[in-house]
């Protein structure tokens, strides 16, 4: 059973810094590209960052500079390092895995990220 658990979320004030986390259980982690997204209220889903399986970095232009994504493999673990967060951060963030074998991502199921005074 594929598992992806995220978790690291919370209430934080602008300016500061979260660290996310998403653990992989029940794929070969080493193989997968490895996904951040967000959802805010009454928005779509948008990819935030990705990490793919050869190590290429790819960013959304209102991320850059501010989050950065690494991931783990000994302990399928991919991270997403937040700083500088601003109120329009603000959403629930989810992981996913994919690799060329799939049609549609695994994901998970999501850790809200609220910036507020």
């Known amino acids: 059973q594929v598992r992806l658990v995220e978790s690291g979320g919370g209430l934080v004030q602008p300016g500061g810094s979260l660290r996310l986390s998403c653990a992989a259980s029940?794929?070969?982690?080493?193989?997968?590209?490895m996904g951040w997204h967000r959802q805010a209220p009454g928005k779509q889903r948008e990819l935030v960052a990705a990490?793919?399986?050869?190590?290429?970095?790819t960013y959304a232009d209102s991320v850059k500079d501010r989050f950065t994504v690494s991931r783990d493999n000994n302990r399928n673990i991919v991270f997403l390092q937040m700083t500088s967060l601003e109120p329009e951060d603000t959403a629930v963030y989810y992981c996913?895995?994919?690799?060329?074998?799939?049609?549609?991502?695994?994901w998970g199921q999501g850790t809200q990220v609220t910036v507020s005074s």
């Open positions: 996913s895995a994919k690799t060329l074998s799939l049609t549609n991502p695994y």
């Open positions: 990490l793919t399986r050869d190590g290429t970095t």
């Open positions: 029940g794929i070969m982690f080493v193989f997968y590209d």
